[in-house]
């Protein structure tokens, strides 16, 4: 049989990132979300593949949001909680507003007609010992916010390099010792299981969308090679890879306006969408692929850890 391995998708809408970047126009809510997920949609279905969709709560509640949700489950694809606001300073929340983001994300997804979410992504790769807390006591079997890299200083010193003023600039994205953090699933004391987003092993730098296209405006070849290489050694350590997608995977540059500053973005469409599809056909050529609430549900014994924050 092959390895289990499993594809996420975190539908980060364009005011998001708008927000995050210290642009003041996403306070006019900007979406992109009728573009993508219709393309989204269409790629995992040719690959016959289902998901885990972790949605904003802040979009659940608007029209086209509720549309995704309900268009995405009705694919057969799990529905987990990505927070209300999708603020990635999440970790320097009291422990009431981070309660209040999970709740009030939980009631939007139910809302807009998808089973209560028993997994969660913290915007940002932001996990507290408060949060974990908040997830044991709502019945949430796991969490998927650990992004186990070196790399979360030099994101920062680019996002800070070309945003506008934002609330937590100075520690977003988190310091050199994420590396230290696993790159396997394990289970936080008290009950909550971490599943990573997967690192390449070994060297420990990121594997999903963005990074492989900012490679791909380089060379195609060299995306793939990278890409490639990250599984086989995914294979040869026993990694069972979670593989993140945002939708900005399959969205050009004009699709999504103001974002010139996002890696990747001069990649077009069409391109962006046959490099997911090959992604996804070289994932399933090796893993048996699912979503990551069935990939956690497929987890033997793991061992524990304190709740710290990441």
């Not at 890696?263 to 391109?271: E, L, Q």
Request: with cysteine; glycine share 10%.
């Amino acid at each position: 049989m092959k390895p289990v391995a499993s594809v996420s998708l975190d539908l980060d809408n364009l005011w998001a990132y708008l927000r995050t970047h210290g642009d003041p126009s996403w306070e006019s809510r900007p979406s992109f979300l009728g573009s993508a997920v219709p393309r989204l949609l269409d790629v995992l279905g040719e690959q016959r593949l289902t998901t885990t969709v972790f949605v904003v709560g802040a979009d659940a509640e608007r029209d086209d949001g509720a549309a995704a949700v309900s268009s995405l489950a009705a694919a057969g694809h799990e529905i987990a909680n990505h927070s209300f606001w999708h603020q990635p300073w999440l970790h320097r929340f009291s422990d009431e507003e981070v309660e209040k983001e999970v709740l009030r994300a939980e009631e939007a997804i139910m809302a807009a007609g998808a089973p209560k979410p028993v997994g969660f992504r913290g915007p940002g790769y932001s996990v507290t010992p408060a949060l974990l807390d908040v997830l044991r006591r709502r019945g949430y079997s796991y969490d998927a916010s650990v992004l186990p890299t070196w790399i979360g200083p030099l994101a920062r010193a680019y996002h800070n390099r070309t945003a506008g003023a934002t609330d937590g600039g100075e520690d977003l994205f988190g310091g050199f010792g994420k590396v230290r953090s696993p790159n396997t699933a394990f289970r936080w004391r008290g009950g909550v299981v971490e599943l990573p987003v997967t690192t390449m092993p070994l060297l420990r730098v990121p594997i999903h969308g963005a990074y492989l296209l900012q490679l791909h405006q380089v060379s195609p070849r060299l995306a793939r090679a990278y890409f490639s290489s990250a599984l086989r050694l995914c294979l040869l350590r026993k990694v069972s890879p979670s593989l993140l997608l945002h939708p900005t995977d399959v969205l050009s540059g004009a699709e999504a306006p103001g974002m010139e500053f996002f890696p990747g973005m001069a990649v077009p469409g069409a391109s962006k969408v046959a490099l997911l599809g090959w992604v996804l056909s070289l994932l399933r050529k090796h893993f048996d692929v699912v979503g990551t609430g069935a990939h956690v549900a497929r987890l033997a014994r793991l061992r524990e850890r304190d709740p710290v924050a990441c």
